[in-house]
């Protein structure tokens, strides 16, 4: 069963397809016990994902964990029945960070890489691809009960990678102040990040109610967008600004009157953030080109932002933004989930099967719920 896309927007279906084999002495076949749905596989199902009118269908997904099912001769470091980690990015995405060849469920480039989100998955260069974890159950020193860590493990295959990644981008040090533009599951883990790296104040904005709730729940500071101005909520607060600002949010942000404006949080950010800060961008821009065989939607057309170069310069801020690696990542990040000391899993709100998938993405969608994960 794999969870595809169908071309059209929000043509998602579960169909049966063949188990993918080994097409390389390099590859392995992972069978996955839980998938995720992510606000990149949104791009995708709203039809605005660069290609995504390209080999259809495809399956979706780009986070995972599971068992190695298979492996090709010449992969080393791997056996049949380990633990393992998807990093959303390939080798060679880790290498050349060229996001549109190297992206399971191909960010719709179509069939070569498949998706997360069905039963099996095969993955090339496998020995570099996969990140093999010590167990996925583990033993609560609280209560002395067996739990399960693959929730916490999947979010290493992205959104706690990126939300760390957000950090480095912005130059975060512990006892930085930090303010997380999204409390999506990206901008959520951004704060989380910051949090467990000893951010001396993270604020949180976002106007969903239940998704600011959960920012104040690790420790963060909701602030709403439609309450007021929220650098000037933020400002009354902190009179010197924040040192380092995150966007999580990407192209589809939304100002004060819920209408798309693609430059509100570039500019929230230039203004809340103090002098000899930093700003990390993870929030994903697509490229303004559209296909050129199907018409645009109105609300993927994306015009190049204004930008106040005097505030920058007069501010002396360093800004960085881009894709995050979580292949470089994932050893730490699995140390600290192994080791007890990031439980980034907190953030999931709905486990479903995947006959269920369907109607997880429309919820997803709507943001009726933080973060999904599919339990094989
Ligand atoms: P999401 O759509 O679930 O969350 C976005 C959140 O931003 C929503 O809760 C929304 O209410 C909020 N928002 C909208 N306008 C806002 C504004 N002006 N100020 C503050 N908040 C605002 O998506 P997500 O899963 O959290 O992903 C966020 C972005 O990160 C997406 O663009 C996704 O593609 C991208 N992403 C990037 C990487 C990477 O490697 N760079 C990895 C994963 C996801
Ligand atoms: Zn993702």
Redesign the pocket.
């Known amino acids: 069963l794999a969870v595809r896309f169908h071309g059209t927007p929000f043509s998602v279906q579960v169909d049966t397809i063949p188990i993918p084999t080994l097409s390389a002495p390099t590859d392995a076949v992972v069978r996955l016990t839980t998938a995720a749905i ?3 596989d ?2 995708n199902y709203r039809g605005t994902a660069p290609s995504a009118d390209g080999e259809v269908p495809y399956v979706l997904g780009h986070e995972g964990v599971g068992y190695v099912h298979e492996v090709g001769e010449a992969v080393g470091s791997l056996s049949v029945g380990d633990p393992v980690v998807i990093p959303f990015n390939t080798p060679e995405g880790h290498l050349h960070t060229d996001l549109t060849r190297s992206l399971y469920a191909s960010y719709g480039q179509g069939g070569e890489l498949g998706g997360t989100q069905a039963e099996y998955i095969r993955i090339p260069l496998a020995d570099e691809a996969l990140i093999p974890v010590p167990s996925f159950i583990t033993t609560d020193p609280a209560t002395n009960e067996t739990i399960s860590l693959e929730n916490d493990y999947v979010m290493v295959s ?2 706690f990678a ?1 939300g760390w ?1 957000a950090l480095d981008y912005a130059g975060f040090h512990a006892g930085d102040t930090v303010a997380v ?7 959520l883990m951004a704060a989380y990040s910051a949090i467990i790296r000893g951010a001396a104040k993270v604020y949180s ?4 109610s239940h ?1 600011l709730e959960l920012a104040e729940s690790i420790g963060a500071t909701p602030i709403n ?1 439609r309450d007021s101005d ?1 650098v000037d909520q933020i400002l009354a607060r902190e009179p010197n600004g924040v040192a380092r600002s995150v966007d ?3 192209y ?4 004060t009157n819920l209408t798309l404006q693609s430059d ?2 570039l500019h929230n950010m230039l203004r809340v953030t103090s002098p000899g800060g930093g700003l990390g961008t ?3 821009y697509n490229p303004r080109t559209n296909s050129s065989t199907s018409a645009p939607r109105a609300d993927t057309i994306q015009e190049p932002l204004s930008f106040d170069m005097s505030s920058f310069f007069g501010s002396a801020l360093k800004w960085q933004a ?3 690696d979580p292949i470089a990542l994932a050893p730490w990040l699995v140390s600290l989930v192994s080791s007890g000391r990031a439980r980034p899993g907190f953030i999931v709100e709905e486990e479903v099967g995947i006959e269920e998938a369907v109607e997880a993405y429309a919820r997803f969608e709507r ?1 009726g719920v933080s973060k999904v994960v599919i339990k094989f």
């Open positions: 992510c606000g990149s949104l791009h992205d959104i990126t990644a533009f999204g409390a999506g599951p990206v901008g904005i976002d106007y969903v998704r967008f929220p999580a949010v990407g589809e942000q939304l100002n509100v949080i993870v929030g994903v881009g894709a995050s943001r």
